[in-house]
Every structure is written in C-alpha cells, then in structure tokens.
C-alpha cells in the first residue's frame, strides 16, 4: 500500500486519519441499496453503541449523511414533545449552535448561559428545572471546542433524569476520545460524527439513542422530512439501509476506523491524547504562551493558547508558516480575545508534538528577526 501525504491536523476535526482509513474508502463501486452494504451498516450501528459502553438490548444508532450539525438538527427538532420546551446549557459556540437548531424550528428554549472557559454551575441548571416545569429536555456540550472545556455530563444526567427531561449530549469532539458510559451518565440520545476522535472520514454523523426514549417520539409532529430522527430509525429497522444516498465510502471508512479503535483500546486512545496535550502543553509553557483554561479544566483533547504578544504577529502568517511544515492551526472562537486553538486528537503522535513545537519555535524566532 503506497504511503499517502501526511498532514498533521492539528485542528478539533477532521482529524488525522492513518493511510488504512484512507485506503478503506478505495472498493469496488457498490449498491448501497444491496445485502453486503446493509451488513457493513449493521456492523457500524452495533460498534458505535460498544465505544460508549452501551448494550444493544437497551441502545442502538442512527446514521445520517452530514457533518455533526446534521445529527444535532436531527435530535433536536425530533425529541422535545410539542409544547414542551428544551433546556439548553451554553458555555461556547457549539451550546450556542443548538439554540439556533430550536430557534429555527421554533421550539421554544431556556438558554442557561455560563461565562466560556469557566465551568458550569450544577445548581442554576437544578434551579431552573425545578422552576420551570415545561422543560422535557436538556442538552449540553460534553467537550465544548470553542474553549477546550470539558462539562460535567454525569452530574447534569443525574439532575435531568430527577427532574424527568430527556438528556442529549453533544459528544462530536469527545466520542471515542473520552471514555464515556452511555448508562451511568443518563444520556438518553448522545450526538457524535466520523471525523473526529473516531479517527474516520468526514461525511456521516450518528445519535446513539436509548430505546425507550427513541419509541417515545414516534408519535411527535414531524418537524424536518430529511432529519427526522424516528423515520430514520425506523427505515434502519424494517430494511437495513439508510432513507436516503448513504455515503458509502464514508462507511467503509468509518468501519475501519472502528476497527482500529479497537485494536487500540479505548483507555489507551485517551492516554494517547493526553501525552499529546502534555506534551504540547509543556512545550508551549517553556516558549512562554498562557492559556485561556486552567489546567485542571482541560479536556487533554485541545488547547485554547493566547497570541503572542508581537506587533510583527498575525495569525494568518503563523498559520501559513507552519502549514508550510505540513501542520495545520485553528484560529479561536472567542470573540474579543487573541486566541488560537490546537487539538491533540486524531492519528498523531507525541513525536508528531515534538516536531510542531520545533516548528513554532522557528516561527517564533522568525518573528523576532522579523524575517517572517
């Protein structure tokens, strides 16, 4: 197998996959509509319940062609009962995302706002479901990108079910990257894509849905003909195949993907990541960058990292030195402060970090010599 380019991505998704992931998507064209295609989905919605730790007796999974707004879309506009209202926690861009999906459906929506970067207090979300007894359903961000915060789903899971909402986790960016129990966290519908800590291909995303709560929305208005969540289920259950076009090289992909996450074991998928983020975190220190997070609030998955202070500096220019490199830099996403953004997730490794950090340190010195 020829050695395809790599690229280092050091971007919260896609990610960096491994040549045997790119290679997978090369197969004899196929029918997604025929016996062998139906099979691969198959494998893939009863692996995607196993990463989470879920049971097929009590959980199962529902693909759709998009990115990871498409399945968001989906689980939004499909689960809150008409004339109940979601409860949405917002500490970044992504809680911000989910109350755009509501108001576009016109779902009525408390938005339970949190400053970003700083974690979120269990006790105003208690309050406020006890208070308002028209909230079904609340949804949160486990790894919010915007900042590289990590929230606590067990903690919200647990007051969601006392308070008998519905509980959806946004887990894009952790799926696969965090050990997560789909059980012992209460999540009742969790969101994720196949291009980011799965190490796959962009193009598919998937809700991995507790049975007993998927039944209950059969009877809900339809709100959206291609992403609706139940019709989607329930084409899966009666034929095998997807609605509509699957992304088929996706799917073999992904399939891969899974298989190579296997291999690797989910402890040890995490202790990847965080050797990444301590490697990188360490590293960056020594250069004199701070961070916009505490350390104890840090995903190990990314890193929010102020600009450096240089009248010479301009993102684009140090974005397009290390592309030069071969790696690749996020721009931040909060307004009104200099950040940028690297995750330390996908196909890399520490020596991968090592070398990006040799990297910024040339940009750093070309800066100061303003050759740059």
């Known amino acids: 197998m020829k050695s395809v380019k790599r690229n280092i991505l050091l971007t919260p998704g896609p990610a960096t996959t491994t040549d045997s992931v790119k290679y997978a998507q090369v197969v004899p064209d196929i029918c997604p509509r025929g016996k062998e ?28 062609a998009g990115s990871g ?19 949405v926690i917002v500490n970044g861009a992504y809680g ?11 779902i009525p929506y408390e938005k339970i706002n ?42 919200v899971g647990e007051i969601s079910k006392k308070n008998e ?50 039944l209950k929305i059969k009877s809900y208005p339809k709100r959206s003909f291609y992403l609706d969540l139940y019709s989607q289920y329930e084409y899966f259950e009666r034929s095998g195949q997807m609605q509509f076009t699957a992304p088929v090289q996706v799917a073999y992909s992904l399939r891969q993907a899974i298989k190579e996450y296997f291999e690797e074991g989910e402890q040890a998928r995490y202790d990847r990541y965080t050797e990444n983020w301590r490697v990188l975190r360490n590293g960056l220190k020594e250069m ?9 609030n840090e995903s190990h998955l990314l890193l929010t990292v102020f600009e ?18 071969g790696f690749t830099i996020y ?31 040339k940009f750093l010195n070309c800066l100061k010599d303003q050759t740059c």
Not at 55 to 64: A, D, G, H, K, M
Not at 131 to 150: C, F, L, M, N, R
């Open 96 to 106: 911000e995302r989910m109350v755009k999906i509501a108001e576009s459906y016109n």
């Open 331 to 361: 721009p931040g996403k909060i307004g009104g402060k200099n950040t940028f953004r690297l995750a330390t997730i996908g196909a890399i490794y520490p020596a991968d970090i090592g070398m990006f950090i040799e990297a910024v340190k």
């Open 165 to 214: 909402c519905v509980f959806i986790v946004d887990a894009i960016s952790s799926f696969a990257g965090i050990p997560i129990d789909i059980k012992e966290c209460n999540v009742d519908f969790l969101m994720s894509t196949s291009n980011k800590c799965i190490q796959g291909m962009a193009g598919m995303a998937f809700a991995i849905c507790k049975k007993s709560e998927l």
């Open 114 to 155: 949190f400053v970003w970067g700083e974690r979120i207090d269990i006790s105003k979300i208690e309050k406020k479901l006890k208070e308002d007894q028209q909230i079904a359903a609340v949804a949160i961000v486990h790894h919010e990108t915007t900042t590289g915060i990590i929230n606590p789903i067990k903690e």
């Open 37 to 64: 295609f139906t099979n691969i989905l198959n494998e893939v919605r009863t692996d995607l319940v196993r990463i989470v730790n879920g049971n097929s007796e009590e959980y199962t999974s529902v693909l759709f």
């Open 69 to 87: 707004t498409a399945v968001m879309d989906a689980v939004i506009n499909s689960v809150v009962p008409p004339d109940k209202k979601i409860a």
């Open 308 to 325: 450096p202070d240089s009248t010479n500096y301009s993102f684009e220019k140090m974005h397009d030195f290390l592309y030069e490199g």
């Open 288 to 296: 004199g960058f701070k961070f916009l997070l505490k350390e104890e």
